[in-house]
């Protein structure tokens, strides 16, 4: 096995071509991956209790119509595809600005989901979906007595 020794920061690699060093620094750097390459999607909270799944995204800034809930056979989507456009004209010029939220999630459901008795809920920037169980899949609890 041969070790290969690549020069470090602390060596003056800078001095061979200092531009070339801190364009790549820049396109490089945390802040361009996670501005550029990494998908905004929502963060997610998911729970289970007894009787149901539930799932939490925060999705601030949207309207409960924004979002498109689709459930099929196992899989449930949640996606929202906003768009706005506002024009202001003012003097000579005009002005426009472009807004566009899009994301989709996609969760696998088990086997023990009641599809007729699932609810989705958008309250202070989190949707919330409740996902209840069949009542074969909750589990009945009760006291065992000693004899």
Known sequence: MALIK???RTMNTDSVNPFVNSIFDNF????????RLITRV???????????YSIELAAPGLKKEDF????DKDLITVSVEKTEESTEEDKVFSKKEYSYTSFSRSFSLPESVDYN????NYEDGVLCLKIGKKEEAIVAKRMIEVK
Do not use: L
């Open 6 to 8: 690549f020069p470090t």
């Open 28 to 35: 490089f750097n945390e802040s361009f991956v996670s501005d």
């Open 42 to 52: 929502p963060a997610v909270n998911i729970t289970e209790t007894s009787d149901a």
């Open 68 to 71: 498109k809930i689709n459930v």
């Open 117 to 120: 008795n699932i609810d989705a």
